[in-house]
């Protein structure tokens, strides 16, 4: 009767112990881990990128006018030196020609400014035999200085002439060379190889001195990439990248870096560098924007963990069903590991996803992150 007794106490007992285990278990927290992996850390700098065409050029016309004839179309490919749009030069045509008419009559006048030659011959001549008759004591001496005077006169007039005729004669064609550049410039021209993408004036519009008329933008592109002050030191010219693009799906494409700008946006606080993309051209669409990551340096069987594992420089390590905190420190640092130097051991798992929400020595169940 007493052992019958006794099993019908302990199995109550028993059975309230395990439906207490059950509960606990039941109740505990579930963790996301991951576990510690070894292989290469890479000390990379994130960035976000833009491709931009190379050179991008606003056409102006130098001189207003009528545009008598427009050669483009929206889209269209250019070529350096190609002729966009001629402006009218009928008035323009009018002023060279009154231009040579008046050169050709300056010209006239000095070949009759010979006439003034004329004259000091014969002015030479009366000087002559005025010292000839003074030399003889037939005329006075004032005579001979009156004949100089008469010589001197005349010389200062042909230089006087031709200094005037020469003047105005270099005026006329530099006047005349002035009115062609402005001719030349009344034909508008493109100044890279590109593709028309805005046309501000059209045919038989009437424009202004310094408006825009079209943009052109080159064929050729670059591909910004911006990086944040905290990154920017040591980043250099070679430097290996990879780049994706959001426009380019499923696809990522080796870079390096081609320049360094030293110099930050004033309203952003970040600096660009340029990276040599190993893309074909014709992919390469203006106003394509994405990411890259550039490489620093990289370090071979790194232990590492996600980078999300990380809180105020220390991790949430899973031990026994346990958690418990491990300050570390840290090494390399990429966009989605980080390289561990001390705090870890490598068969440690730590906690990856809603770290705020655990407490050191919460019992926990884990889950292995996908």
Do not use: C, W
């Not at 010589?151 to 006329?172: F, G, P």
């Amino acid at each position: 009767m007493k052992i019958g007794l006794v099993f019908k106490v302990l199995i109550p007992i028993a059975l309230v112990s395990a439906a207490g285990f059950y509960i606990l278990n039941e109740s505990a927290s579930v963790a996301v881990v991951a576990k510690v992996e070894r292989h290469l850390a890479v000390n990379a700098v994130p960035s976000s990128v833009s491709v931009l065409a190379e050179k991008e050029m606003l056409i102006k016309g130098e001189h207003g006018g009528r545009i008598a004839i427009s050669k483009i179309e929206k889209g269209g490919l250019v070529s350096f030196g190609e002729v966009l749009m001629e402006l009218d030069t009928g008035d323009l045509d009018l002023l060279i020609e009154k231009a040579d008419n008046d050169i050709a009559s300056a010209n006239r006048r000095i070949e009759i400014g010979s006439a003034l030659q004329i004259d000091l011959d014969v002015k030479n001549d009366l000087l002559s035999d005025v010292e000839y008759r003074f030399s003889r004591g037939g005329v006075r001496e004032i005579d001979v200085t009156n004949a100089k005077r008469a010589v001197k006169k005349v010389e200062d007039d042909i230089a006087r002439s031709d200094l005037q005729n020469e003047t105005l004669l270099l005026d006329l064609e530099n006047k005349l060379k002035s009115l062609n550049r402005q001719k030349d410039q009344m034909t508008i021209t493109s100044p890279i190889d590109g593709i028309v993408t805005e046309i501000y004036a059209h045919e038989g519009d009437l424009i202004g001195g310094g408006s825009t008329l079209a943009k052109v933008v080159s064929l050729t592109r670059m591909v910004e990439a911006k990086v944040s002050e905290e990154y920017f030191v040591g980043l250099k010219v070679g430097m290996p990248a990879r780049v994706a693009f959001l426009g380019i799906e499923n696809e990522r494409f080796d870079a390096k870096i081609e320049r360094v700008i030293p110099v930050a946006d004033a309203q952003t606080q970040r600096f660009t560098v340029l990276l040599d993309v190993e893309i074909a051209d014709n992919r390469l669409d203006s106003g394509l924007t994405g990411d890259a990551t550039i490489t620093l340096d990289e370090r071979e069987n790194a232990m590492q963990v996600p980078r999300q594992a990380l809180v105020n420089d220390a991790v949430l390590v899973v031990e026994n069903e346990t958690v418990s905190r491990r300050p570390v420190r840290l090494g390399y640092k990429s966009v989605t590991m980080l390289e561990i130097l001390e705090g870890l051991s490598d068969d440690d798992v730590v906690i990856v996803e809603d770290i705020h929400l655990f407490e050191e020595g919460e019992r926990v169940k884990v889950v292995y992150q996908d």
